[in-house]
């Protein structure tokens, strides 16, 4: 009896086909469409999205767009292309690598399709997140699941769990880091996140009442919150930090890209940044493991915004240590990890 055919699937959140105000509407409406994101009655969401957000975001988010993009295009679409060129000569001819966007292109769907046209049965689906939240990674899944179970040949599937504190991942992550911190006049280093409502985070708590119930809920991770994204971000941090020697007096865990209202899940990048720099630290790198390929919220957010506001508020330097993008350590550590909890792969 002849082996299924394996192919492995990455999936990232995505990315507007241009930085033109229509494009960058209509990847915003797909996006903040989607109820694990504005987890609101549908109705309210839909007011919110189309008479508020839709009116005035489309253009400021263009315009932030427009200074990031390349020749290339998005840095988050073709960083990842170069990622899975990696990842298919270290797999090998024998086994298919897709790519697909939660939202834009290349779709999930048109990523399943071209597995399938390859003669693939069983898909390994890598969703690119370290951290799980239901706002990104549950999405992305559920989307994959979508799909693949309206086909009338039903793959079989392997996803791969969330990774923020796998040995390869943060060894990858330290390999890019390490030139940027390790220098001696590097006062403090900044571990900043992207963040979600606190909502969020209570109901993902299954216990109904652990999570941000008190100040060290974050510290460790044990049964009741093994899930939390919080919690799975200051672990990331403790093992990076851990792994470039960073001391704890220099380490700075924070949460960034809030919006609205509403409480998200502290402490806030903007307001410790410019604290800091207003305490008189001058020099400081900042990193995001929360993204594995760089993007709006790397380069525009923290590499620009941030940086600007670390230098209005008295500081001298703040360093954006790059992502891992199509880095050679994170190719190899994307093939690991994917081989883990399945023999699909070999």
Known sequence: MA??????????????????????????????????VIDI????????????????RPRQS???????????????????????????????????????????RPSIAAALEELRGDGVQRVVVFPMYPQFSSAASGSSIEKVLEYASALWNVPSLHVVPPFYD??????????????HVER???EKVFFSFHGLPER????????????????????????????????????TAR????????????RIVCFQSRLGREPWIRPYTDELIEAEARAGTKRAVILSPAFVTDCLETLEELGMRAADAWKAAGGESMELVPSLNARDEWAD??????REGTTWLG
Not at 5 to 26: I, K
Not at 44 to 49: A, E, P, S, Y
Not at 169 to 176: G, L, N, Q, R, S
Not at 212 to 235: G, T
Request: aromatic share 6%; net charge positive; hydrophobic share 40%.
């Open 239 to 250: 093992s990076l930090a851990d792994r470039l020697a960073v001391p704890e007096e220099k």
């Open 333 to 338: 550590a994307v093939v690991a990890i994917a």
């Open 166 to 179: 796998h040995p390869a991942f943060i060894e990858a992550c330290a390999a890019v880091a390490r030139p």
């Open 41 to 56: 009655h549908p109705l309210k969401r839909w007011l919110l999205l189309n008479l508020i957000i839709l009116r005035v």
């Open 200 to 235: 969020h985070l209570h109901k993902g708590d299954p216990t109904g009442g652990y999570c941000l119930s008190r100040e060290d809920c974050c510290e460790r991770i044990v049964e009741a919150n093994r899930d939390c994204y919080r919690a799975q971000c200051f672990a």
């Open 3 to 36: 082996v299924p055919r394996t192919g492995l699937l990455l999936v990232n959140l995505g990315t507007p086909a241009s930085p033109r105000t229509s494009d960058v509407r209509a990847y915003l409406r797909e996006f903040l469409s989607d109820p694990r």
């Open 62 to 104: 263009a315009e932030a767009y427009a200074k990031i993009w390349t020749d290339r295009g998005s840095p988050l679409l073709y960083h990842a292309q170069d990622l899975v060129e990696k990842v298919r000569l270290r797999l090998g001819p024998g086994v298919p690598v897709g790519l697909g966007m939660r939202y834009g």
């Open 184 to 186: 001696s006049d590097v």
